[in-house]
T-cell receptor
Framework: GAGVSQSPSNKVTEKGKDVELRCDPISGHTALYWYRQSLGQGLEFLIYFQGNSAPDKSGLPSDRFSAERTGGSVSTLTIQRTQQEDSAVYLC??????????FGPGTRLTVT | GQNIDQPTEMTATEGAIVQINCTYQTSGFNGLFWYQQHAGEAPTFLSYNVLDGLEEKGRFSSFLSRSKGYSYLLLKELQMKDSASYLCAVSDGSARQLTFGSGTQLTVLP
């Protein structure tokens, strides 16, 4: 089937606005991850969902960031009151029980 | 804490062999991954090592020494399309989170 999909592919927003980023994992994959990648940098872990367990939020940089996963499938990452330092590519990945993470194409967020 | 180090940039010639090193210090260990990422694209999986030794997959091989906290990715018969960033990532033992290094930007010259 299809791979991991993310929407929107690009988002430009004004400082102070809220944004929602969406991730559709591969069907049947139980684990879902959000990462952030700033220009020229490695990936920064944000949050991890595994099945019905409580998410691991240890990577969220501030309380402006939150994420949910409805029905064990689609996930939404919400950033409230965006700041310029939030500008980055936000990547979602999923796994189906193995160790390899399959990444989506990412959402490029630009905060002006 | 978690710390992963890899060179920032490397340059090699088409047809040559290049070795990208990665050293890590992590609180837990459940395997080491190498990903390839072309500019503007998502990372794609290359290899996974959880036991010491060499894993070979076509032109790419990956080596792990857990006692030394060391891995390398070996690329043979380099092609221009191999120009990309190569990310080393370690999975900790608990939640299978991946901690990524900053990536090594490889440029293959004709």
């Amino acid at each position: 089937g299809a791979g991991v999909s993310q929407s929107p592919s690009n988002k430009v927003t004004e400082k102070g606005k809220d944004v929602e980023l969406r991730c559709d994992p591969i069907s049947g994959h139980t684990a879902l991850y959000w990462y952030r990648q700033s220009l020229g940098q490695g990936l920064e872990f944000l949050i991890y969902f595994q099945g019905n367990s409580a998410p691991d939020k240890s990577g969220l940089p501030s309380d402006r960031f939150s994420a949910e996963r409805t029905g064990g499938s689609v996930s939404t990452l919400t950033i409230q009151r965006t700041q310029q330092e939030d500008s980055a590519v936000y990547l979602c990945a999923s796994t189906g029980g193995g160790d390899e993470q399959y990444f989506g194409p990412g959402t490029r967020l630009t905060v002006t | 804490g978690q710390n992963i180090d890899q060179p920032t940039e490397m340059t090699a010639t088409e047809g040559a062999i290049v070795q990208i090193n990665c050293t890590y210090q992590t609180s837990g260990f459940n395997g080491l991954f190498w990903y390839q990422q072309h500019a503007g694209e998502a990372p794609t999986f290359l290899s996974y090592n959880v036991l010491d030794g060499l894993e070979e997959k076509g032109r790419f091989s990956s080596f792990l020494s857990r006692s030394k906290g060391y891995s390398y990715l070996l690329l043979k018969e380099l092609q221009m399309k191999d120009s990309a960033s190569y990310l080393c990532a370690v999975s900790d033992g608990s939640a299978r989170q991946l901690t990524f290094g900053s990536g090594t930007q490889l440029t293959v010259l004709p």
